[in-house]
């Protein structure tokens, strides 16, 4: 199910022109749920807010008052799911060119979108928390998984630490 959560967190980006914002989360959950797949559905409202608080956003909001209130209350609503944590924090791993680290995507995210002092340090905050939820589970980094580090032997003589 993770695969095809991952697949189809963003289809509502199908359904509007290329200058939609948070909009595509409806799009895409209303599409979704139209289907008759309302988990799928669920990770499309869910993907975008790794800090269960509507507040905590990034990006620009281009939807209704009735669907801002409708998202409000769903947040506040429902407990996440593993499924919920996962895509979040796989969305913020992924850059068009590829899988990167999560602090790379976190400058990434931060370019475009400006430093927002209220909410940037609290998603990071979160998202480094997903990561050692999935790291605990895995026995091993999501950066050994993944393949994202290159790891260079140290010299000996720069471990010596006598002196
Ligand atoms: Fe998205």
Known sequence: M????????DIGRAFGDQSMQIRHIF???HFLMDEGYPDAARICLTHSFPVQDI???TGVW???QDEYVFLDNYLQKIEYDSYDKLIQFCDNIALPEGIVTLEKRMVDIVLRYGFDAENTVARWEKLFSIKA???AAMGCSVED???LRVLVEVPDCFLETGG
């Not at 993770?2 to 967190?9: E, F, K, V």
């Open 145 to 147: 998984a993944l393949g």
């Open 133 to 135: 939820e999935l790291e």
């Open 55 to 57: 507040h905590a956003v």
């Open 27 to 29: 799009e895409g959950y």
């Open 2 to 9: 993770a695969g095809s959560y991952g697949l189809l967190h």
């Open 62 to 64: 281009d939807c209704t």
